[in-house]
């Protein structure tokens, strides 16, 4: 079965101070990996997605990298408007029609001023 | 567009009631997910349907849940009768056919059942 792990759970930083959550995947031909920010009481709201190994994708303060294995989100000196729970996901095998998004639980970063 | 709209936002019941969760995905989107999330679990995919048929229900808890799609603008989730731990966030999301590509979420529904 398919399993996507996010770590750690929960991370807490200083504005400023550049760190990097993790997604490892066990999922067999890997069609695409997807990150979302989720913001408190809103739905999962889609940031990037990385299709290869090697592929790089940025937006502003972020950066998604993916390995064969993994997936890295790199935060560069975070703001506290950065806070909210980061969510991957893989798709989900299905034979026939289409197939859906498989989520991790999610990091919960917080930035402090 | 105005995305994805779920209704209502948050709904308090009573255990034993029936419970109506609904959705109206985006136009020309032809797949819809429901999916759980819980502090514990995380988000879980319930069902999807892909051109208003239903594809994989596998992630139903249990018979108390159902869901239909009716036409490709609307669709509901149904939980009869309801109980404590159905409590959760329930969200909707659509997606259009391309292969391999994101899909939206609306804002979810906020469930509590006292």
């Known amino acids: 079965e398919d399993q996507v792990t996010q770590s750690p759970e929960a991370l807490r930083l200083q504005e400023g101070e550049s760190s990097s959550l993790n997604c490892s995947y066990t999922?067999?031909?890997?069609?695409?990996l997807f990150w979302y920010r989720q913001d408190p009481g809103k739905g999962p709201e889609f940031l990037f997605t990385l299709y290869s190994a090697g592929e790089e994708k940025e937006k502003e303060r972020l950066k998604a990298t993916l390995t064969k294995k993994e997936s890295f989100l790199h935060i560069t000196a975070p703001k506290p408007e950065d806070s909210a729970t980061y969510l991957c996901a893989v798709p989900g095998v299905n034979s026939n029609s289409g197939y859906a998004l498989n989520f991790g639980k999610g990091t919960s970063l917080l930035v402090t001023p | 567009d105005a995305g994805v709209i779920q209704s209502p936002r948050h709904e308090v019941t009573e255990m034993g009631q029936e419970v109506t969760l609904r959705c109206k995905p985006i136009s020309g989107h032809d797949y819809l997910f429901w999916y759980r999330q819980t502090m514990m679990r995380g988000l879980e995919l319930l069902i999807y349907f892909n051109n208003n048929v239903p594809i994989d229900d596998s992630g139903m808890p249990e018979d108390r849940f159902s869901a239909k799609m009716p036409n490709a603008s609307f669709s509901t989730l149904k939980i009869q009768p309801s109980e404590p731990r159905d409590s959760a966030v329930y969200f909707c999301?659509?997606?259009?056919?391309?292969?391999?590509?994101?899909?939206?979420f609306g804002q979810g529904t906020r469930l509590t059942v006292v």
């Open positions: 999301a659509s997606r259009p056919a391309k292969e391999v590509t994101e899909a939206f």
């Open positions: 999922v067999s031909g890997l069609r695409g």
